[in-house]
């Protein structure tokens, strides 16, 4: 069972949204992680680079797949997890506590559109 | 019967009952009947093996053995005579890709040794494990810069790259949406002026120029790389790979890619094929780089092993956002290429490329001095060069051919473009240009009708 | 092949001032390169002796398997054999050294190879005419889809931007449309694993106008024939779009079905499969491409001579030595030789589809998979016992994919071997599953570590002697 985190947004391209104010951290859920196997680059943004709900602002490789990912919201990219340049696993390790963009919100309405930790449990069980 | 088939009547019965069919034709049930093809194909009977060589023996006698002048990308270097003996070799030669790692060492070990020499030979940190042929590479370089630029859509290709090259690039930019622009040249060289200029303009992912160029010029590129760098454009050389043995590398120029063919690695010209494409780049682009790439690793036993690595990037991983479509590469053309450069050496490549210039410049001031030919640029060049001839080149090369001579390649009425390589003997120059002695009159007999 | 490791890499056997070729004196006089045009430092490339360097590459050879070796039941490869005639006539030197470029009355012979072949192709398919230029059938796909697309473009009907695809297909196809600016649409399949009619109805009601083409193998990638493919083809036509055959699975055709009977436009062939041209351990092949009448105006320029023709000539001479009679026994052959393996292992490993195939048919994993052996695990075991493994994770239709494809030369003796080793490791799989999940442990090197390879890109020798690890 993969692990689902209370009070985190979720897309259907199991990426996760959490939300601190005005700014939200984006990642892929324990469940992407799962699906990709052991990580062994991540293709990371800038900061400064916007990013749009539904378009892609990177990606991370493993040895059997390649994923985008896929921005569940829009906004400015204010940081990027740079740790994971040298380290990729670290997503196989904890893909909640290890985030991969913050960004500030531009349309928060956007999470509206999200699934919650409920609905996405009953998504992955599909 | 026929020798690739081992069934016998017996197998088949048996064969058949396992298989819960009556006969071979009930296997095809679910092919509807208004498609099933019953008749005989129109092709010719049989032929035994002896029937082959003599059909192939008559057609290879309607081709012409000539002495080789012709460049323009494809040259007649020597073939060491090791090589096609280790090619032959069965394990080489009707192996599959290495997706098995356990059982393809051999294929995994001399991919990395090419990818090592094509890398050392360009100046360059990284290469792939080979592409089809240098024009496709270089339609590649095309989609990596403009992929790694971030939707930049132009892309710049000089006027000197060979047409042929520029043709393959256009064709693969008109679909994939690429605005492929050329760079005017200026006496035979890219104009580093109007570079410039298109640069200013904005919007280029990447420029592409050719060392030695299509006229065989050594171009100086000098600000080259820093011009696009700039613009933030990617800088793509394309050359012919065995004359880096002595020539300034894309590396030392500041390039990002450099790509070609590797045909000039004493691989035989082969009316066309097969050649083997290079693309080289530095460290930071190796994971925008389409085609295989083999990377040492380790196995369960503690050994040294290589293997097909960043696998994640082809095609059959990454399906539509792939870097390239390739699947293949040209594996047995890089072994070729990669047992050229291990006989050859450090110092053989060298030797064979001082002898095509020295053989080249020999030519060219014997066709000089008859007075009949100019250069057409005061350009430095490599072992090709572009003359001008005071009448037009058909007759000249009606008259070389007739004595086994390709002359060269006829780039305009009156222009040729002339290449001389290691294979070519001082004897055979000597005698093309005596040949001129007699072409007069070879003109005037035929005038006459 | 030896199951001990050759691992030296030809540098390491350099010394420096050993020499290993031979070259003409310079009689040409003083003509030096001058400086500022050379390159700083020489290439770092080695120096050995000829023997030396005849000596490791004939011992690295030791450690691959070909074709020759032993049988090589890859799906969706053909790995046929290769015979030896096709290499003969290959390297005639009437043929190689020919330049591309001379003059077209110094060809005759190449030509006719060129033009022959083309016709041959065209008469084992139904299709018009056929270029040679493609070098690989990706290669070939992409020349085939660029036809479509400026098929369309000359029609003036731009909206055409879509390629359906069965969701069985290999990743080249959707690759090959997006190197091309088109897009992908998927089509589901049955649980029979053709395609399902009513889905490819629905999406074309939906995306008609925007259809360019359809993309299909014929048997599929599961060595099915797919029967409704006269429904399948009029549907597409009716929308206004083209009919794409992928040639990977012509073989089991060769004497039963053509192409263009089955009603496709645009196709294109794996000479390096079908007929019978080596892999050479991952290319040079060739991937011809071929059309209905009116469409040859549309063969773009995606190579600037004739293609691999070095490889043509192999095709063309195999093509001779079986003649109209025997091409017409390689479908059957290789079809008999398909279901004779799987009816006689369908008892130990799933078979997800229960029919009668065509050339290859795919297995999901053994049938109890209680002790947690994976296909993989099987597939590496099959090495230990001298076999090269199958297709394995593809398609991705199923979890444990083994694709099996036998190909028409394989004798009843072999396949009876391959059988007997497949129950072997079913039954080991059951006893002693450390066995099979450790294997392979009967080859040279034993299972490698991918992530290390992946994560810590090392892919030349400098890199190596600069790394630290």
């Known amino acids: 069972m993969a692990k689902v985190i209370e009070g985190l947004y979720y897309s259907e391209s199991h990426e996760y949204v959490k939300v601190e104010g005005d700014f939200a951290y984006i990642g892929i859920t324990d469940y992407a992680q799962h699906a990709l196997g052991n990580v062994v680059y991540v293709d990371l943004p800038e900061v400064d680079d916007e990013v749009e709900a539904g378009e892609e602002f990177g990606a991370v490789e493993s040895v059997k797949a390649a994923s985008d990912i896929i921005a569940p919201v829009s906004g400015t990219i204010v940081e990027v997890n740079d740790a994971l340049d040298d380290q990729p696993e670290l997503l196989n390790e904890d893909a909640y506590e290890n985030w991969i963009i913050k960004v500030k919100l531009s349309d928060k309405t956007e999470l509206d559109a999200l699934m919650d930790a409920k609905a996405y449990a009953a998504f992955c069980e599909k | 019967m026929h020798k690739y088939f081992p069934h016998t009547e017996e197998d088949l019965k048996a064969m058949l009952s396992t298989a819960g069919v009556d006969s071979l034709d009930a296997l095809y049930a679910e092919v509807p009947e208004q498609i099933r093809f019953r008749n005989d194909y129109q092709l010719p009977e049989e032929m035994s093996e002896l029937e082959v060589r003599q059909l192939f023996e008559q057609l290879g006698a309607q081709n012409q053995q000539l002495t080789c002048f012709a460049g323009a990308g494809v040259y007649d270097h020597y073939t060491p005579s090791v090589i096609p003996q280790l090619l032959n070799r069965s394990e080489f030669l009707t192996s599959y890709t290495p997706y098995q790692a356990e059982i393809s060492q051999g294929t995994l070990h001399y991919i990395f040794e090419y990818q090592s020499m094509m890398a050392e030979l360009t100046g360059m940190d990284i290469s792939n494990a080979s592409m089809y042929d240098g024009t496709t590479a270089s339609a590649e370089a095309m989609m990596m810069a403009v992929a790694a630029g971030k939707k930049q859509p132009r892309f710049l290709v000089s006027e000197t790259v060979d047409p042929k090259t520029v043709k393959v690039m256009k064709t693969y930019a008109h679909f994939h949406g690429v605005e492929l622009e050329m760079i005017p040249a200026e006496n035979g060289v890219t104009s580093k002026e109007s570079l410039e200029m298109q640069l200013a303009q904005g919007g280029v992912a990447g420029i592409m120029v050719q060392q030695p160029n299509y006229y065989g010029i050594i171009e100086d590129y000098s600000g080259f790389a820093d011009l696009c760098h700039d613009s933030k454009a990617l800088f793509v050389i394309n050359g012919i790979i065995a004359d880096y043995a002595v020539l300034k590398t894309p590396g030392e120029w500041g390039a990002d890619i450099a790509v070609g063919d590797a045909q000039s690695l004493g691989i035989p010209m082969q009316y066309g094929g097969p050649y083997v494409g290079y693309m080289c780049c530095t460290e930071k682009l190796i994971r925008k780089m389409p085609g295989r790439i083999v990377g040492k690793t380790v196995d369960n036993r503690g050994q040294r092993a290589f293997v097909l690595t960043l696998q994640a990037r082809e095609q059959h991983i990454r399906r539509q956002k792939a870097t390239s479509n390739i699947c293949s590469n040209q594996s047995l053309m890089a072994l070729w290429a990669t047992v050229y450069c291990s006989l050859m050496g450090k110092q053989g490549l060298k030797e064979a490329a001082e002898l095509s210039y020295a053989g080249a410049h020999y030519l060219c001031d014997r066709l000089l001095a008859t007075g009949h030919f100019q250069l057409v640029y005061n350009q430095p060049f490599f072992n090709e060069f572009l003359v001008h001839f005071v009448q037009p080149v058909d007759k000249l090369m009606e008259w070389w051919q007739k004595n086994n001579i390709l002359g060269g390649l006829k780039v305009a009425d009156d222009k040729l473009l002339i290449a001389v390589t290691e294979k070519r003997t001082k004897e055979d120059i000597d005698r093309m240009v005596n040949l001129l002695d007699s072409f007069a009159n070879f003109a005037i007999l035929t005038d006459n009708g | ?469």
Not at chain 3, 152 to 172: K, N, Q
Not at chain 3, 384 to 401: M, W
């Open chain 3, 1 to 469: 092949m030896n199951n001990r490791l050759y691992g030296n890499l030809i540098f390491e056997l350099s010394q420096e001032g050993r020499k290993g070729y031979s070259l003409p004196k310079n009689r040409f006089g003083n003509y030096e390169i001058p400086a500022e045009l050379r390159r700083k430092e020489d290439a770092a490339l080695p120096e050995c002796d000829e023997m030396t360097v005849v000596r490791h590459y004939t011992n690295l050879s030791a450690n691959n398997f070909g074709v020759d070796n032993g049988f090589y039941p890859l799906g969706s490869c053909t790995m046929k054999y290769n015979p030896k005639i096709d290499e003969e006539m290959a390297a005639l030197p009437q043929f190689a050294n020919l330049h591309p470029l001379q003059p077209a009355e110094t060809t005759k012979g190449a030509e006719a190879i060129c033009t022959l072949l083309c016709k041959s192709l065209c008469e084992l398919t139904g299709l018009y005419a056929f270029t040679l230029k493609p070098f690989a059938g990706a290669h070939g796909e992409l020349t085939g889809l660029m036809v479509i697309k400026k098929y369309h473009e000359s029609r003036g009907d731009d909206a055409r931007r879509l390629v359906i695809v069965p969701d069985s297909a290999h990743g080249t196809n959707p690759a090959s449309a997006a190197v091309c600016g088109l897009d992908i649409i998927e089509v589901k399949s049955l649980s029979n694993g053709t395609v399902d009619v009513e889905a490819l109805m629905t999406l074309l009601s939906e995306h008609g106008p925007e259809i360019a083409a359809m993309m299909m193998t014929n048997p599929n990638t599961l060595g099915l024939f797919e029967h409704q493919i006269p429904m399948i083809e009029k549907m597409v036509h009716g929308a206004g779009g083209l009919m794409y055959y992928d040639g990977a699975n012509l073989n089991p055709m060769l004497g039963a079905c053509r192409p263009g009977d089955m009603g496709f436009d645009v196709m294109h062939i794996n000479l390096h499969k079908t007929f019978s041209t080596p892999h050479g351990g991952g290319g040079p092949g060739a991937g011809p491409v071929g059309v209905r009448k009116g469409l040859e105006k549309f063969f773009p320029e995606v190579s600037p001579y004739h293609g691999n023709f070095a490889v043509a000539m192999r095709a063309y001479a195999y093509i001779l030595s079986l003649g109209r009679k025997h091409i017409k026994e390689v479908g059957p052959l290789a079809t008999l030789n398909a279901n004779y393996i799987k009816e006689s292992l369908k008892d130990v490993y799933e078979l997800p589809i229960d029919t009668t195939c065509c050339h290859e048919f795919v297995f999901d994993g053994l049938k109890d998979k209680s002790t947690g052996v994976t296909t993989m695990d099987v597939a590496k075991r099959l090495l230990d016992y001298g076999y090269h493994a199958p297709t394995i994770y593809f398609p991705l239709l199923f979890h444990e994919s083994l694709m099996i494809e036998p190909t028409e030369n394989e004798s009843k003796e072999t396949l009876d071997g391959f059988i007997a080793v497949m129950r072997k490791i079913a039954e080991e799989a059951k006893t002693d599953p450390e066995l099979v999940k450790s294997a392979p442990h009967n080859t040279p090197i034993g299972r490698v570590d991918d992530v290390l390879a992946a994560k810590h890109p090392i892919t030349t020798y400098k890199q190596m002697l600069n790394d630290n690890n």
